[in-house]
């Protein structure tokens, strides 16, 4: 039988090296791996390019990694709750490859599914096809690397001729994923908005690494509930269900109690 499972987030992510890419899953800080990032933390690995949704928040998700400068590139489609992010990318120390939020989630599918590259209407029409969004500034706030003209093609569409933009698909070296439940053959189910990146950040690595509230033995996840078959899947760390978890704003209605 195959057992995926590994006994520590420490020992799944140990091989992982300097200037590794990786895809990381989670949206806003749902089904974020953090127990996979705190070890990659832990180890001591820099030099990291990441494709994930967003960069966590200061102190947490992807953010504890960059607030120790252990990435060099994020390649995202949102950034806009860590402040150190900011900080690193207009001073010159970090480089973001900025992509719209469905152009990111098809390369990183398609990367999976072993389709280099595809066409989509999003972003014609505006420096995301046409080339000059800054992708690394100099330390004087000049710009030092700047996204590339993309191949625009002509296609009808229901008689009409519209223009598209070629978008490559993404692969990485490794993939690091959250998920509410998995057997040890793999497969894997999310809950709720942390399945919107996980599945397609864990099809895109080539060596995906999971960790998982809660492991069972296979054939105990009905095949109708799998959100992602184990053939993506290469490690398995159970971490609990107690595992710590947050989110980026806390919002509340007031009490109309008395109004």
């Known amino acids: 039988m195959i057992d995926k499972q590994w006994a520590s987030a420490a020992e799944a992510v140990a091989d992982i090296p300097d200037g590794a890419s990786l895809a990381v899953g989670g949206f806003g800080l749902s089904g974020n791996p953090i127990a996979l990032i705190e070890a ?55 480089e973001l490859e900025l992509t ?60 009409t001729p519209k223009e598209f ?8 070296d490794f993939s690091l994923v959250h998920a509410a439940a998995g057997d040890r053959h793999g497969n894997l189910v999310f809950n709720k908005a942390a399945r919107n990146f996980n599945p397609l950040a864990a099809m895109a690595g080539r060596i995906c690494i999971a960790q998982v509230e ?16 184990g053939v993506y899947v290469h490690r398995i760390v159970e971490v609990g269900t107690d595992i710590p978890k947050r989110i980026e704003r806390r919002t509340v209605t007031p009490s109309q109690e008395g109004a």
């Open 165 to 172: 933009v070629l978008e490559d698909a993404i692969t990485t």
């Open 100 to 159: 719209p939020q469905g152009t990111l989630a098809e390369k990183l599918r398609a990367g999976g599914s072993g389709i280099a590259a595809f066409y989509t209407q999003t972003g014609v029409g505006t420096q995301v096809a046409e080339g000059g969004l800054p992708r690394r500034y100099d330390a004087d706030g000049t710009i030092a690397v700047a996204s590339p003209v993309k191949d625009i093609r002509t296609f009808d569409v229901d008689g």
């Open 214 to 229: 809660q492991l069972v033995e296979p054939g105990e996840i009905d095949p109708d509930r799998v959100h992602l078959a």
């Open 40 to 94: 990659l933390l832990a180890q001591g690995t820099t030099d990291l390019s990441v494709v994930s949704n967003n960069c966590g928040v200061d102190d947490w998700g992807l953010g504890i990694l960059l607030a120790a400068q252990r990435i060099r590139k994020m390649t995202s489609s949102y950034v806009g709750e860590n402040k150190e992010f900011e900080r690193q990318f207009l001073s010159g120390e970090l």
